[in-house]
């Protein structure tokens, strides 16, 4: 399985949402086992991030970027052939791209 980790809430000025997705990536990392593990990031990252052993795609977008999302993240999956969209800011894609998503929805 193919997952792609949408970790454009990691970025300089990041608040909770991006500290929790710097957390988690490296976690689903080693959980992942013999699924292929693609983080999709923004051009602005944070010094000292170790993204070892995970496949990184930069896009120029930021963490809520609807244009994005709707218009040039699905094309992406597409290409990416991901088979699980893992979302840590609580949006994704009106049409479905891939097998299963997963959204974190903070703070409720």
Known sequence: MHI???ARS????MG??????AGLLPVVNRMRRRHE????LGTSLP???DFQGVSVVHVEAGMIDEEFEQLHLPNLLRRL???LYFNTTFSVPAVKTTRFEISIVHDV
């Open 4 to 6: 792609a980790f949408d």
């Open 47 to 49: 010094e000292g991030l």
């Open 81 to 83: 052939k991901a088979d």
């Open 10 to 13: 990691i970025h300089r000025k």
């Open 37 to 40: 593990l693609t983080a999709i």
């Open 16 to 21: 909770g949402i991006g500290r929790a997705a």
